[in-house]
């Protein structure tokens, strides 16, 4: 039943054959009875659901894309983490074209998205954070800090800068110090665990503390796609950060804080951390591009825009 009431509202074969009925009629009943003019929709796999749902019902769907699905799964398949990718390019993007208006989380994304949907609304918004500035002064000028959930770009990037950069920069300067928050601390074998100078919080509540004393946030991705919200968050603290290009995806980083690649950061590490004067140029830059780039005012202006000619 829920493939031919799929196929009948138009969905592609695959698509009929993975729409959930329940999940349908779970949507058709909240639609109703809330009657909204827009639903937002945060997985693109729950789109041809809640496309079948609406039927005839005026609303608008915004997609929120995370990330292109299919080319972090094909960095994930050259690198040998899985056999084969879940989804292709074209079903990814048969997908997209089912929503109103598809929402692009770093403008290089919104770009190619645009690309494969002729004449469909595409747009960029990135992740926004109300500034939150903390103390310089409370920072400890030898400490570095990564931040970074279980998902598998950040165990891969956190464990290829402690086996190949951390031990020659620790060895270089003693005094360094290596925070690391989030649940990519239970991810790591005991040897890891073991290396010297780093001390490994797991999932904390607050993050604010080690935000406010660390000099400078790390994140030497080596794969991946959309936008790396563990970059704008230290961002929005006000701190200094050394990220690498794929890391920096769709940022448009200014000159003075580029981009670097993960093999060389224990060099440019050592070039911040050394002088006083380039950390607070580094500091400084950082803080006013997420100013003019990742503050609400910022961010959703080019969604409120939509919205108004919508007439929502």
């Avoid at 208006?101 to 109300?130: D, F, H, N, T």
């Avoid at 959930?149 to 891969?156: C, G, L, M």
Wanted: with cysteine; charged share 20%.
């Amino acid at each position: 039943m829920g493939y031919y009431w799929a196929r009948n509202a138009g969905l592609n074969e695959k698509c009929s054959r993975d729409t959930r009925i329940d999940e349908v009629f779970r949507y058709r009943r909240v639609l109703r009875q809330l009657r909204p003019s827009l639903v937002f929709c945060e997985y693109v796999s729950q789109l041809p659901n809640l496309y079948v749902a609406r039927g005839k019902l005026p609303i608008s769907i915004v997609l929120d894309t995370h990330d292109i699905i299919w080319r972090r799964q094909q960095h994930e398949v050259e690198l040998g983490l899985i056999a084969k990718a879940g989804i292709t390019q074209a079903e990814e993007a048969y997908l997209w074209s089912l929503a109103d208006l598809v929402v692009g989380i770093q403008p290089e994304e919104a770009a190619e998205i645009a690309s494969l949907l002729p004449g469909k609304p595409v747009i960029s918004v990135p992740q926004a954070y109300e500034p939150r500035f903390v103390n310089p002064a409370r920072k400890e000028a030898h400490r570095l800090l990564f931040v970074g959930s279980k998902a598998r770009p950040n165990v891969n990037a956190l464990e290829a800068f402690l086996q190949t950069t951390w031990p020659a920069l620790k060895a270089r300067h003693p005094h360094l110090q290596l925070d690391v928050c989030g649940t990519v601390c239970g991810t790591l074998e005991a040897g890891l665990l073991a290396s010297e100078g780093v001390a490994f919080h797991g999932r904390v509540e607050d993050l604010e503390p080690f935000y406010a004393r660390a000099a400078l946030v790390i994140n030497p991705m080596l794969y991946g796609s959309g936008l790396k919200i563990k970059n704008v968050e230290a961002l929005s603290y006000g701190k200094a950060l050394l990220t690498s290009p794929v890391g920096a995806q769709g940022m448009d980083l200014p000159s003075g804080i580029a981009a670097v690649e993960p093999k060389h950061f224990g060099g440019k590490i050592s070039e911040i951390m050394l002088s006083p004067e380039t950390l607070a140029r580094w500091e400084k830059d950082c803080r006013n591009f997420f100013l003019a780039t990742y503050t609400p005012e910022a961010c959703f202006a080019p969604l409120a825009q939509w919205l108004q000619q919508q007439s929502l």
